[in-house]
């Protein structure tokens, strides 16, 4: 007879070692098809694998509701353990199948069938043991009742061995330590990552860089024994929740993905690019002189009268025409209505001379994109700006006949800016090194980031830019 039992185990087992495979999926990272199909993009298919730990914990609990359908009491409290088991495990395969980008609520809905699992398999093992038990006393030497009953009485065996493995392996995996480690990630190509439409040319191999950045758990030192660039630092007091970071670069790898499309389209003729288009209210700092006045979200317009567009113009009139204590009215756009407002300014301080109203800026963007832009979405690429650089190439790659990499294999890391230049980035080395085990030709970097950058792949083929121009330049410098 199948056992409840053996559908727990096996989903048990697969969950422990795909949190294992999660914290070590670089490894595979050069591979790809003859079709150029990366790595990054075969996780996704290999990603329904996950589906099987819910469905085994489902099954194995409707089998044992079949095969105890006859008993009452106690049973009954498992048997809606059971069921709750299956429900959860239904709808944890359905996320999982058909939407893995709800990987929270996913993995919310399967860790809280987990400890259902083994409350099902500790009390089915002690119910056994205890009709084992009665059983044998009915039928055996009245003298030994005694010691069968409290044996029958003793926590069950298998169970409690099978709860400390897992939670001691569960602890080696997930435990957070106050510590982020840093390791190799893998390459994207951009071309495959983003099509323009009504584009003729498919693009040459455009590959971004991605590391992985986590809160490190005890077997990240394992790994840092046996595997090169992991490196570790002390997370900050002040460091936002998971779920905050998480929401912060996937909004950064939006952000990225249109600056990117607006300075590729200018740079192939079709869009007007960049333009700035006044200055967008971030944060308020508590207590201070605008905090009645302005919200999160206004976009600041004009100051007495006076346009600013940047962050650059309103500190220019800042600095020359108001003086700390001084009032200024300020025009700005709020959830699309042009509104005033009068505000109050103070010393700054730092600058005690310096006028400030106690709020967090930056610039508001016009992005000019005519043409509509299909990007894929892989499961490894969470987020961030990092690729900024590297996809603005592979959109001008598109949108120019005969293309822009001139058969060169190109790799590259680099946020890109509303003026075309590529800004820093983090994992410098470890993304030097996961490209140095390509076929890439070249590896665009930050021109400040270029020693780091050597340091982790001395033997690359490492080029330092400032802007998106040098990237160009240097490839039609470069023809194979």
Same mark, same amino acid.
């Given at each position: 007879?199948?056992?409840?039992?053996?559908?727990?185990?096996?989903?048990?087992?697969?969950?422990?070692?795909?949190?294992?495979?999660?914290?070590?999926?670089?490894?595979?990272?050069?591979?790809?098809?003859?079709?150029?199909?990366?790595?990054?993009?075969?996780?996704?298919?290999?990603?329904?694998?996950?589906?099987?730990?819910?469905?085994?914990?489902?099954?194995?609990?409707?089998?044992?509701?079949?095969?105890?359908?006859?008993?009452?009491?106690?049973?009954?409290?498992?048997?809606?353990?059971?069921?709750?088991?299956?429900?959860?495990?239904?709808?944890?395969?359905?996320?999982?199948?058909?939407?893995?980008?709800?990987?929270?609520?996913?993995?919310?809905?399967?860790?809280?069938?987990?400890?259902?699992?083994?409350?099902?398999?500790?009390?089915?093992?002690?119910?056994?043991?205890?009709?084992?038990?009665?059983?044998?006393?009915?039928?055996?030497?009245?003298?030994?009742?005694?010691?069968?009953?409290?044996?029958?009485?003793?926590?069950?065996?298998?169970?409690?061995?099978?709860? *400390?493995?897992?939670?001691?392996?569960?602890?080696?995996?997930?435990?957070?330590?106050?510590?982020?480690? *840093?390791?190799?990630?893998?390459?994207?190509?951009?071309?495959?990552?983003?099509?323009?439409?009504?584009?003729?040319?498919?693009?040459?191999?455009?590959?971004?860089?991605?590391?992985?950045?986590?809160?490190?758990?005890?077997?990240?030192?394992?790994?840092?024994?046996?595997?090169?660039?992991?490196?570790?630092?002390?997370?900050?007091?002040?460091?936002?929740?998971?779920?905050?970071?998480?929401?912060?670069?996937?909004?950064?790898?939006?952000?990225?993905?249109?600056?990117?499309?607006?300075?590729?389209?200018?740079?192939?003729?079709?869009?007007?690019?960049?333009?700035?288009?006044?200055?967008?209210?971030?944060?308020?700092?508590?207590?201070?002189?605008?905090?009645?006045?302005?919200?999160?979200?206004?976009?600041?317009?004009?100051?007495?009268?006076?346009?600013?567009?940047?962050?650059?113009?309103?500190?220019?009139?800042?600095?020359?025409?108001?003086?700390?204590?001084?009032?200024?009215?300020?025009?700005?756009?709020?959830?699309?209505?042009?509104?005033?407002?009068?505000?109050?300014?103070?010393?700054?301080?730092?600058?005690?001379?310096?006028?400030?109203?106690?709020?967090?800026?930056?610039?508001?963007?016009?992005?000019?994109?005519?043409?509509?832009?299909?990007?894929?979405?892989?499961?490894?690429?969470?987020?961030?700006?990092?690729?900024?650089?590297?996809?603005?190439?592979?959109?001008?790659?598109?949108?120019?006949?005969?293309?822009?990499?001139?058969?060169?294999?190109?790799?590259?890391?680099?946020?890109?800016?509303?003026?075309?230049?590529?800004?820093?980035?983090?994992?410098?080395?470890?993304?030097?090194?996961?490209?140095?085990?390509?076929?890439?030709?070249?590896?665009?970097?930050?021109?400040?980031?270029?020693?780091?950058?050597?340091?982790?792949?001395?033997?690359?083929?490492?080029?330092?830019?400032?802007?998106?121009?040098?990237?160009?330049?240097?490839?039609?410098?470069?023809?194979?």
């Amino acid at each position: 007879m199948l056992k409840p039992a053996r559908y727990y185990l096996f989903g048990l087992v697969l969950a422990l070692v795909c949190l294992a495979a999660a914290e070590l999926i670089w490894l595979p990272a050069p591979l790809k098809t003859s079709g150029g199909i990366q790595w990054i993009e075969m996780i996704d298919w290999l990603f329904n694998i996950l589906a099987l730990i819910p469905i085994s914990w489902a099954v194995g609990a409707l089998l044992g509701v079949w095969q105890q359908r006859k008993r009452k009491g106690w049973t009954l409290i498992l048997q809606l353990v059971r069921l709750i088991i299956a429900g959860l495990g239904i709808i944890g395969a359905g996320y999982v199948l058909f939407a893995p980008e709800m990987l929270f609520q996913m993995l919310l809905v399967i860790g809280a069938a987990a400890p259902l699992v083994f409350a099902d398999m500790l009390l089915t093992e002690a119910l056994e043991r205890s009709r084992a038990a009665k059983a044998s006393n009915i039928g055996g030497n009245r003298s030994n009742a005694p010691k069968r009953l409290l044996s029958s009485l003793w926590l069950p065996k298998r169970g409690m061995i099978t709860l *400390t493995i897992t939670i001691v392996l569960l602890l080696v995996l997930l435990c957070p330590t106050g510590y982020r480690v *840093t390791y190799p990630g893998m390459t994207l190509n951009m071309n495959r990552y983003a099509h323009v439409e009504k584009s003729e040319n498919s693009g040459g191999t455009v590959n971004g860089i991605l590391v992985f950045e986590r809160p490190a758990v005890p077997a990240d030192w394992l790994y840092a024994k046996l595997l090169p660039m992991y490196s570790f630092e002390k997370i900050p007091e002040n460091e936002p929740p998971l779920t905050e970071s998480y929401t912060q670069v996937v909004h950064m790898k939006t952000d990225a993905n249109r600056v990117a499309a607006a300075v590729a389209m200018q740079k192939a003729g079709v869009g007007g690019g960049i333009k700035p288009d006044g200055i967008r209210i971030i944060a308020i700092v508590k207590d201070s002189p605008a905090e009645q006045k302005l919200q999160a979200g206004d976009i600041i317009d004009a100051m007495n009268g006076q346009a600013v567009k940047s962050i650059g113009e309103m500190t220019d009139y800042m600095e020359k025409a108001v003086k700390p204590g001084e009032s200024v009215q300020i025009t700005l756009r709020r959830s699309g209505v042009q509104t005033q407002a009068e505000v109050k300014t103070k010393a700054s301080a730092d600058s005690p001379e310096r006028a400030v109203f106690g709020i967090s800026v930056q610039t508001e963007l016009l992005l000019d994109i005519p043409l509509n832009i299909d990007y894929k979405r892989f499961m490894a690429h969470i987020g961030g700006p990092s690729h900024g650089a590297m996809l603005t190439l592979a959109i001008i790659d598109q949108l120019t006949p005969g293309g822009v990499t001139y058969g060169n294999q190109v790799a590259g890391t680099g946020t890109i800016e509303a003026d075309g230049s590529i800004g820093l980035i983090g994992g410098i080395k470890q993304k030097a090194y996961a490209i140095s085990r390509t076929d890439a030709d070249v590896f665009f970097v930050p021109a400040e980031l270029e020693g780091d950058a050597r340091s982790g792949a001395p033997d690359l083929n490492i080029v330092p830019v400032n802007t998106i121009d040098d990237v160009l330049n240097w490839l039609s410098e470069h023809k194979k």
